[in-house]
T-cell receptor, first 113, second 112 residues
Framework: DAGVIQSPRHEVTEMGQEVTLRCKPI?????LFWYRQTMMRGLELLIY????????DSGMPEDRFSAKMPNASFSTLKIQPSEPRDSAVYFC???????????FGDGTRLSIL | AQSVTQPDIHITVSEGASLELRCNYS??????LFWYVQSPGQGLQLLLK??????LVQGIKGFEAEFKRSQSSFNLRKPSVHWSDAAEYFC??????????FGTGTSLTVIP
């Protein structure tokens, strides 16, 4: 079975540019999560969706970050404009709910120069 | 609020030695507990989970964990560590309110 698929795996861009990260959750999973991982702050939950609806976006660092889930099989995380401090690994995960394990993608390693 | 604590930031063990990684949680009801492993450059992979029943749960790669309600702990163990076990390990707790909390992780180094 296909797991959570994220693209791109790596992204290098200059500050000020728009960055779009993509995620395809596991089919049938109704929860989708976006995380950011850095050495300094560890694994941070940015936002999560239930049935394509954003439930908690309190972890989104600022207005430059936005996330959408137009349908059950696709989500995007957008940063506009990007800044060097946004450099991190961004993970997408999906699950069947809080009592069920989350399944992670391989992440997108983002470098903002 | 729920929380997860992994007291050890980094642990070093010799190959073939036993391993125990600590995890403590704070939660009012019976928690749903998980251990994940993250190898360099990869996402988190589920090792094992505890929902109810037998407090000793078996996972993949020879790992096991024991739920101790009295100590609010869910420690991960392995009898004999292999060099390929070097990775970051995360404990997590979930609840029926669809909240999910990760610990800060423990980095494991295995020396020959």
């Amino acid at each position: 079975d296909a797991g959570v698929i994220q693209s791109p795996r790596h992204e290098v861009t200059e500050m000020g540019q728009e960055v779009t990260l993509r995620c395809k959750p596991i089919s049938g999973h109704d929860y989708l999560f976006w995380y950011r991982q850095t050495m300094m702050r560890g694994l941070e939950l940015l936002i999560y969706f239930n049935n394509n609806v954003p439930i908690d976006d309190s972890g989104m660092p600022e207005d430059r970050f936005s996330a959408k889930m137009p349908n059950a099989s696709f989500s995007t995380l957008k940063i506009q404009p990007s800044e060097p401090r946004d450099s991190a690994v961004y993970f997408c995960a999906s699950s069947l709910g809080g009592t069920q394990p989350q399944h992670f993608g391989d992440g997108t390693r983002l470098s903002i120069l | 609020a729920q929380s997860v604590t992994q007291p050890d930031i980094h642990i070093t063990v010799s190959e073939g030695a036993s391993l125990e990684l600590r995890c403590n949680y704070s939660y009012g009801a019976t928690p749903y507990l998980f251990w994940y492993v993250q190898s360099p450059g990869q996402g988190l992979q589920l090792l094992l989970k505890y929902f109810s029943g037998d407090t000793l749960v078996q996972g993949i790669k020879g790992f096991e964990a024991e739920f101790k309600r009295s100590q609010s702990s869910f420690n991960l163990r392995k009898p004999s560590v292999h060099w390929s076990d070097a990775a970051e390990y995360f404990c997590a707790v979930g609840d029926t309110g669809n909240q999910f909390y990760f610990g800060t992780g423990t980095s494991l180094t295995v020396i020959p």
